[in-house]
């Protein structure tokens, strides 16, 4: 791996213009964010301890993806460098956003009945701030209202 210090600047939220991503550029991209940048050669060679492909199609990857719009590269050296323009984060919620707007219509209840249907996988902090989120999320009963509908 290269020894170049990791960019200071801040990294910026997904456009909403962004082109969707597949299986193979989130892996790459989830290396790139991991190692803080990187070249081809490093992606390449984090990868190949996954899973079996080639130096070529890791390169073509990163390229598309740089097209895209998710990675910057700096061409200054022999070997070009490359890094994350927004966050794991941001990617992972653009990718949900996807996923709902797509496949459920924007209904998000079918995305989070899933989830929560994975549960067992959550630890009791997580599990918590997800019924906090919730609930701050749920519409407060005007007063009047709840009195006129208990009585």
């Known amino acids: 791996m290269t020894g170049r210090p990791a960019s200071r600047a801040p990294r910026r939220r997904l456009?909403?213009?962004?082109?969707?991503?597949?299986?193979?550029?989130t892996e790459i991209l989830l290396v790139v964010d991991?190692?803080?940048?990187?070249?081809?050669?490093?992606?390449?060679?984090t990868l190949r301890e996954r899973r079996t492909i080639a130096y070529t199609t890791?390169?073509?990857?990163?390229?598309?993806?740089?097209?895209?719009g998710y990675l910057r590269v700096d061409r200054s050296d022999v070997a070009y460098f490359y890094r994350c323009r927004v966050?794991?984060?941001?990617?992972g919620e653009s990718l949900l956003d996807i996923v709902v707007t797509r496949l459920?219509?924007?209904?998000?209840?079918?995305?989070?009945?899933h989830l929560l249907g994975r549960a067992g996988t959550?630890?009791?902090?997580?599990?918590?701030a997800l019924r906090a989120?919730?609930?701050a999320r749920l519409e407060p009963r005007p007063a009047a209202a709840a009195t006129r509908a208990d009585a």
Do not use: F, H, N
């Open 15 to 25: 456009p909403r213009s962004i082109s969707p991503v597949g299986a193979l550029e």
């Open 34 to 45: 991991e190692l803080g940048g990187a070249t081809v050669r490093d992606v390449y060679e």
């Open 58 to 68: 890791c390169m073509t990857v990163m390229g598309a993806l740089t097209r895209k």
């Open 87 to 91: 966050s794991a984060r941001a990617i």
């Open 104 to 113: 459920w219509r924007g209904d998000r209840g079918p995305a989070v009945a």
């Open 122 to 128: 959550l630890d009791e902090g997580q599990l918590a």
């Open 133 to 135: 989120e919730a609930e």
